[in-house]
């Protein structure tokens, strides 16, 4: 559980507090609870296999894409693994102080930074894997295998929606507006 209340009291209470409210209750079961999956998902993997290797979750996924795709500009990493180039730059120089990472510029523009892992890091992942995936597979033993591919097929397409139409629906929300920047929810004292 990710929280201090389970799924079931949550949904009972979402019930109780919007009762009224004309909704898509299905939709939002479905989002809330690829939302609360993800956190608790990502709480035990760091927990039981990442922490012993001294990894965060961003860690782990930084060297995933590199492991997966090789030597990758850092642009590209940001996107495959979903967080910012300021996160990226702090975790690049957390894995380079461990000789995970190393960094060189790109032949095309010396501006642009590629990555890659190297010889420590590949060996840390090829260790590391297998006992990740062990835990993948007890996060999801209460699946079938049958049950395993459908999840993974309705989470693609909920992945391919956003890619397909989310920007468009962004703009028709805020009128061709770019969105706000964003804050670290800090407000200045009066």
Request: proline share 4%.
């Amino acid at each position: 559980m990710s929280g201090r209340r389970s799924v079931i009291e949550t949904e009972k209470a979402v019930q109780g507090k919007l009762g009224d409210f004309r909704l898509q209750r299905e939709q939002m079961a479905a989002v809330a609870n690829i939302h609360r999956a993800a956190a608790a998902v990502r709480q035990h993997l760091e927990n039981s296999v990442l922490r012993p290797v001294e990894l965060t979750w961003t860690g782990f996924v930084v060297l995933w894409v590199l492991w997966i795709w090789g030597e990758t500009e850092t642009r590209h990493v940001v996107e495959e693994a979903g967080i910012t180039k300021g996160t990226l730059t702090g975790v690049a120089r957390t894995l380079e102080s461990r000789g995970l990472v190393s960094r060189a510029p790109c032949p095309e523009d010396g501006r642009r930074v590629l990555l890659s892992l190297t010889q420590e890091g590949e060996a840390l992942m090829e260790r590391l894997f297998p006992a990740f995936n062990e835990e993948e597979a007890f996060v999801a033993s209460r699946l079938s295998a049958e049950e395993c591919l459908r999840l993974a097929d309705g989470l693609r397409a909920i992945v391919a929606q956003l890619e397909e139409r989310g920007e468009e629906r962004r703009q028709e929300l805020l009128g061709g507006a770019e969105p706000a920047p964003r804050r670290s929810g800090r407000r200045p004292r009066a």
